[in-house]
Nanobody
Framework: QVQLAESGGGLVQAGGSLRLSCAAS????????VGWFRQAPGKEREFVAA????????HYADSVKGRFTISRDNSKNTWYLQMNSLEPEDTAVYYC??????????????????????WGQGTQVTVSS
């Protein structure tokens, strides 16, 4: 049974940092690309960052570029989202999603691309001003 478990969310002041983790089980980790998405109250789910299965391809939303970094640790079956210089506008539930990929360096940015993959349960990030 495949599971993605996010952790690392919490309450932080503006300007602070958090590192989200997405621990995967029940799948062959190296075959999967990952995306991070977020959803704020009353808003649609939006793309945050994506990473290819090789780790060489990345893509970031303009709103987080230069502040967030996506990475993977194949030895721990875990993906990460390092979030620095957090802003109140970053407040949302953050989700990781994973899918197999035929292309080593492609990072998928559309949540519909993960329709045949797996989603985590989400972790709340709250940034106070």
């Amino acid at each position: 049974q495949v599971q993605l478990a996010e952790s690392g969310g919490g309450l932080v002041q503006a300007g602070g940092s958090l590192r989200l983790s997405c621990a995967a089980s029940g799948l062959t980790f190296s075959r999967y690309a990952v995306g991070w998405f977020r959803q704020a109250p009353g808003k649609e789910r939006e793309f945050v960052a994506a990473l290819s299965k090789s780790g060489s391809g990345t893509h970031y939303a303009d709103s987080v570029k230069g502040r967030f970094t996506i990475s993977r640790d194949n030895s721990k079956n875990t993906w990460y989202l390092q979030m620095n210089s957090l802003e109140p506008e970053d407040t949302a539930v953050y989700y990781c999603a994973a899918r197999t990929s035929p292309i080593f360096s492609y990072a998928y940015t559309d949540p519909n691309d993960y329709g045949t993959g797996y989603w985590g349960q989400g972790t709340q990030v709250t940034v106070s001003s």
